[in-house]
């Protein structure tokens, strides 16, 4: 396939909705360039294009491409679904899903989701399933903090859960998961060590840590450039100076990243971590892909601009401003890990995060007048000060996001109200917007950035009444 080709097939309106649909990223925008075609978001201006980067598809995607014009000679959009699929199998495993034995990846999905749709005595079942295809894979995977119990015959998945009916139960997510080797057969147990976290939250984490840490270190790049360039302006060589020095000193660790697999299984869905930036989901037929490192980079790239002046003018010490950063880090971090766990516990909540006094006239707060007694949960002890997200634990968090209304967050995240109301007096229809909830938090965010976690687990990011993401 030829550059033009591929050029008109990514222009194409039906693709292009798929691939939002898909990524959750409006209006894709494919271009020539030499050497290739480079794959842009038209409308993500408000988007850091580091983060943009990581969920780049389209070399898969153009293998796919190419894989279905040599097969069906031109490209038929009917088959939309398919070429979809398969592209999620490649994110998954890699290109090699095209050999002899591709069969085997697309099987593998078809077993879990029938397990899924599987009970128990009455209860669902929620597995998971650790791929170690490899040597090293099973190696790094015995450094973590678990139990590895080998099994004396290798089993495949569907014989084991159809001959054995209590790893139905037993393999709960929780205590237990199973490993599977490069031909998909099931070949050691992974069980929970007394008194340590769950082996979902331990597998998660490991993924987890690498990303959110990745992500740091590419959305530091940003900030230092930001100061710099507002030192340069001024020409402050000093501070220019000192901040360079500074920044090999915040950067984090990222060489630990997860050489196996992980197949999480919870009420039918399926999430899968993988060895990209991201998180792919199969539910009912239908593949997403859940760029969850884009939660960081929107807070990031809206909040630095709204304390960029303050941590670069307002403090002397450089070593201040990075004790400012890493701070607004922690808590951009926290509450970016805090939405990922409302929306799979889809929680239906709203958060708006701005400091500007027009912001309030569009809200209902609660404390006009006298405070409410239950504002008294999002103060600190010796009620000095209110709490910082990172300062509440995620429980406390969706106790609070759980009553009507909109948690108020100010630039540094701290937490002003819960409960709040949207005045929607005067505000448009939105007719391709729906949903009250929804609505609402696309008209707060003329004036904030409004984050909108829906009760089917979508993330929606508005900003100036447009959509920037959908989770």
């Known amino acids: 396939m030829?550059?033009?080709?591929?050029?008109?097939?990514?222009?194409?309106?039906?693709?292009?909705?798929?691939?939002?649909?898909?990524?959750?990223?409006?209006?894709?925008?494919?271009?020539?360039?030499?050497?290739?075609?480079?794959?842009?978001?038209?409308?993500?201006?408000?988007?850091?294009?580091?983060?943009?980067?990581?969920?780049?598809?389209?070399?898969?995607?153009?293998?796919?491409?190419?894989?279905?014009?040599?097969?069906?000679?031109?490209?038929?959009?009917?088959?939309?679904?398919?070429?979809?699929?398969?592209?999620?199998?490649?994110?998954?495993?890699?290109?090699?899903?095209?050999?002899?034995?591709?069969?085997?990846?697309?099987?593998?999905?078809?077993?879990?989701?029938?397990?899924?749709?599987?009970?128990?005595?009455?209860?669902?079942?929620?597995?998971g399933v650790i791929y170690c295809p490899d040597y090293y894979s099973f190696k790094q995977l015995k450094q973590l903090n678990i139990d590895i119990i080998e099994l004396t015959e290798k089993k495949a998945i569907k014989e084991l859960f159809d001959n054995e009916k209590p790893f139905l139960r037993l393999i709960d997510n929780e205590s237990f998961a199973i490993i599977i080797d490069s031909t998909f057969n099931v070949t050691a147990l992974a069980r929970k060590k007394k008194s340590e976290k769950s082996i979902n939250y331990i597998i998660e984490k490991q993924f987890t840590t690498y990303v959110t840490n990745k992500t740091h270190n590419e959305l530091l790049d940003i900030y230092i450039k930001k100061i710099e360039s507002l030192y340069e302006a001024i020409k402050d060589d000093e501070?220019?100076?000192?901040?360079?020095?500074?920044?090999?000193?915040?950067?984090?660790?990222?060489?630990?990243?997860?050489?196996?697999?992980?197949?999480?299984?919870?009420?039918?869905?399926?999430?899968?971590?993988?060895?990209?930036?991201?998180?792919?989901?199969?539910?009912?037929?239908?593949?997403?892909?859940?760029?969850?490192?884009?939660?960081?980079?929107?807070?990031?790239?809206?909040?630095?601009?709204?304390?960029?002046?303050?941590?670069?003018?307002?403090?002397?010490?450089?070593?201040?401003?990075?004790?400012?950063?890493?701070?607004?880090?922690?808590?951009?971090?926290?509450?970016?890990?805090?939405?990922?766990?409302?929306?799979?516990?889809?929680?239906?909540?709203?958060?708006?995060?701005?400091?500007?006094?027009e912001f309030f006239k569009l809200i209902n707060q609660n404390n006009e007048n006298s405070p409410p007694m239950y504002l008294k949960a999002i103060s600190s002890v010796d009620d000095t000060k209110q709490l910082n997200i990172k300062d509440i634990d995620y429980y406390s968090i969706k106790a609070i996001s759980s009553v009507d209304g909109a948690v108020l967050l100010d630039p540094r995240l701290n937490i002003l109200d819960f409960g709040a109301t949207v005045n929607m007096t005067g505000s448009p229809d939105y007719q391709k917007t729906f949903g009250t909830g929804t609505k609402a938090a696309r008209y707060a965010s003329r004036n904030c950035l409004a984050i909108k976690i829906s009760e089917d687990g979508d993330i929606y990011f508005f900003q100036q009444e447009e959509l920037l993401a959908k989770i």
């Open 2 to 127: 030829n550059t033009d080709e591929l050029l008109e097939i990514l222009s194409n309106q039906t693709i292009q909705n798929k691939l939002t649909e898909y990524t959750g990223i409006k209006k894709l925008v494919a271009e020539k360039v030499f050497g290739g075609i480079t794959l842009g978001y038209s409308d993500s201006s408000n988007l850091p294009p580091q983060i943009l980067k990581s969920i780049d598809i389209l070399h898969n995607l153009y293998i796919q491409l190419t894989y279905y014009k040599e097969k069906y000679t031109t490209f038929d959009y009917n088959l939309i679904n398919n070429l979809f699929h398969d592209l999620s199998l490649s994110l998954i495993f890699g290109n090699d899903v095209f050999d002899e034995n591709q069969e085997k990846y697309g099987n593998l999905i078809n077993d879990l989701k029938n397990i899924g749709a599987k009970s128990y005595e009455g209860k669902a079942v929620d597995i």
């Open 239 to 357: 501070r220019l100076e000192k901040i360079k020095g500074l920044y090999f000193e915040m950067t984090k660790d990222i060489n630990n990243r997860p050489n196996y697999l992980y197949f999480s299984l919870k009420m039918g869905k399926i999430n899968i971590y993988t060895k990209k930036d991201f998180v792919l989901t199969y539910f009912n037929g239908d593949w997403k892909l859940k760029p969850y490192n884009l939660i960081n980079g929107v807070l990031a790239n809206y909040l630095f601009e709204k304390n960029l002046h303050t941590l670069v003018f307002d403090n002397d010490d450089e070593e201040s401003k990075i004790k400012i950063f890493n701070n607004l880090m922690d808590s951009i971090e926290f509450l970016s890990e805090t939405l990922k766990r409302l929306s799979l516990s889809s929680t239906s909540t709203i958060f708006l995060i701005n400091w500007e006094s």
